[in-house]
């Protein structure tokens, strides 16, 4: 492993720009290059979860670019930068995961295939890693090499019965109330969230930093799914979770799973990744859900591991 000098990266450096879907809805990309006093190792594309945004990943974009990688980055459609589905901007919506899935490859067609003529590597966090494993399920070599924080392939319901909940989102999506609200949803702008209420990190500091981002840039923001959005995800996970679909999956993963994860099913990332015939699986025990934004001593688990891996590979 090599010794890395991280780097600070200002969003202005990113200078985002669009691209446009298969359907002409605006895709926020950005781009940031290798410093010229690294050796380049190729590109690395990165891909966040849900309700997240580039700038949220600036910290991760240094340390990618540090080790030599030039970032290629998009907000999903529906969030962040990137237009919205619902009139409602702060509602998570989406008819369909295929629109996500067909999103990544109008990015990589448009956008990455400029920058390698080789397959590039890819991080992806929860929603994101969950879209990508559909895309190197369906397109195999695409990728060298990928990444997974935390992937979203069980989602867990706080409480509620999985089966019940389950049954509560087909029933109101047959009442065609599927652009409507998932319970709390509606109460969890991001501007009221304070850190005692949010789920996914342990560090208050970092928590701090994306809230400032938001307070700026408050079209950035999104509070929560609706019926439909669930839905979508439900199906997309069983297609996942389906018989032989992980097994399909050639291509070289490490997938992290997160100990005190209170988003997804810890249990259910463990097993796609033992299905997988050319996985590796690390759990930190002590992280929350968003490892990427966790403190100092669970990153530095996650970058050891990253770097061993991708040494390797890139």
């Known amino acids: ?24 809805k605006a895709l926020r990309i950005a781009t940031l290059y290798t410093s010229p006093d690294v050796v380049p ?17 600036l910290e991760v974009i240094g340390e ?12 999903w459609r529906g969030q962040g930068g990137s237009a919205r589905m619902l009139e409602e901007p702060l509602k998570a919506h989406i008819r369909d995961f295929s629109q996500y899935v067909g999103d990544l490859q109008v990015f990589m067609d448009k956008v ?54 389950r049954m509560l ?9 599927g652009g409507h609200w998932l319970p709390g949803m509606k109460q969890r ?21 994306t809230q400032a ?16 959005w669930l839905e979508a995800a439900y199906r997309s996970m069983d297609i996942l979770m389906s018989a032989g679909y992980p097994e399909a ?8 799973g997160a100990g005190q994860d209170r988003i997804v099913d810890t249990a259910a990332v463990r097993e796609f990744a033992a299905r997988m015939p050319n996985a590796r699986y690390e759990e930190i025990p002590e992280a929350e859900h968003e490892i990427l934004m966790e403190n100092d001593v669970v990153r530095a688990r996650f970058w050891d591991a990253f770097d061993e891996f991708t040494l390797k590979r890139a």
């Open 112 to 165: 990455v295939r400029n920058l390698t003529d080789r397959p590039p590597i890819v991080l992806a966090h929860s929603m994101g890693a969950h879209i990508l494993l559909r895309a190197i399920h369906d397109h195999p070599g695409q990728f060298a090499a990928a990444v997974l924080s935390t992937p979203m392939l069980r989602a867990l319901t706080r409480g509620y019965n999985p089966r019940i909940a």
């Open 213 to 228: 981002v938001l307070q700026e840039h408050s079209n950035l923001r999104l509070a929560g799914p609706t019926w439909g």
């Open 64 to 75: 990618l670019s540090a080790r030599g990688f030039t970032v290629a980055t998009m907000d």
């Open 249 to 256: 999956i050639a291509t070289p993963t490490l997938v992290f």
């Open 189 to 209: 702008d991001p501007l009221r969230l304070t850190f005692a209420d949010q789920l996914v990190t342990s560090d208050p500091q970092r928590f701090a930093r």
């Open 1 to 24: 492993m090599g010794t890395w000098r991280p780097r600070l990266v200002k969003a202005e450096e990113l200078q985002p720009r669009y691209a446009y879907g298969r359907d002409g």
């Open 169 to 177: 989102c087909a029933v109101h999506n047959r009442l065609g109330r």
């Open 41 to 57: 190792r190729g590109v690395c594309v990165l891909l966040h979860g849900q309700t997240e945004f580039i700038e949220k990943y």
